[in-house]
């Protein structure tokens, strides 16, 4: 596995686990050899794993619309940055360039980027897994959501498009299971 696309919040939210957590993952991905993609805002969440990433050595390519310069400029340590004209060209060298995705707690731009790549996997257009952290029970709500989802007779079963984990240590076997299965 080359690049794990982290879908984040570009604010830190209120809950330090969630900050914690983004520092923990960019560690994990430094040691594991992972490069991460993610959307290279200098803020919130993206800034945080940024700079562990950074701090531990490893490698990130941020993906980042023009359009966000003045509200949510680029992290001004990304070296390897590609720069887009709009979030929709953002979305589609994001989810091209990753083996898989993690969505991290977030805000209505995560909630896109994860349904994306859920209907891009359903209809078969990519085949990559998707890893939902739910970090204090952050997803809970839309969970339950997508089963009632289910129960109502829309989709057969969501349970085969992502998988639920709840700490880093699950993130890292994940991670090792599926370099396993490329070599």
């Given at each position: 596995?080359?690049?794990?696309?982290?879908?984040?919040?570009?604010?830190?939210?209120?809950?330090?686990?969630?900050?914690?957590?983004?520092?923990?993952?960019?560690?994990?991905?430094?040691?594991?050899?992972?490069?991460?993609?993610?959307?290279?805002?200098?803020?919130?969440?993206?800034?945080?794993?940024?700079?562990?990433?950074?701090?531990?050595?490893?490698?990130?390519?941020?993906?980042?619309?023009?359009?966000?310069?003045?509200?949510?400029?680029?992290?001004?340590?990304?070296?390897?940055?590609?720069?887009?004209?709009?979030?929709?060209?953002?979305?589609?060298?994001?989810?091209?360039?990753?083996?898989?995705?993690?969505?991290?707690?977030?805000?209505?731009?995560?909630?896109?980027?994860?349904?994306?790549?859920?209907?891009?996997?359903?209809?078969?257009?990519?085949?990559?897994?998707?890893?939902?952290?739910?970090?204090?029970?952050?997803?809970?709500?839309?969970?339950?959501?997508?089963?009632a989802i289910q129960k109502n007779g829309f989709v057969s079963d969501f349970s085969s498009f992502f998988r639920v984990v709840k700490?880093?240590?699950?993130?890292?076997?994940?991670?090792?299971?599926?370099?396993?299965?490329?070599?």
């Amino acid at each position: 596995m080359k690049y794990l696309c982290v879908f984040c919040g570009s604010q830190n939210g209120n809950d330090n686990q969630v900050l914690r957590s983004a520092q923990e993952l960019g560690s994990m991905l430094s040691r594991s050899g992972v490069g991460a993609i993610c959307g290279g805002s200098g803020c919130g969440l993206m800034k945080v794993l940024i700079e562990s990433i950074f701090q531990s050595g490893g490698h990130v390519l941020g993906v980042h619309p023009k359009m966000l310069d003045i509200d949510q400029p680029a992290h001004p340590q990304l070296s390897n940055l590609i720069t887009t004209d709009s979030l929709h060209e953002r979305k589609n060298i994001m989810i091209d360039k990753a083996d898989a995705f993690l969505v991290m707690p977030g805000s209505f731009g995560t909630l896109d980027e994860f349904f994306e790549v859920m209907v891009l996997n359903k209809i078969n257009q990519i085949n990559k897994p998707i890893f939902l952290f739910n970090i204090n029970g952050f997803w809970d709500g839309l969970i339950t959501q997508l089963d009632a989802i289910q129960k109502n007779g829309f989709v057969s079963d969501f349970s085969s498009f992502f998988r639920v984990v709840k700490s880093i240590s699950e993130i890292e076997e994940s991670l090792l299971k599926l370099n396993e299965l490329v070599i």
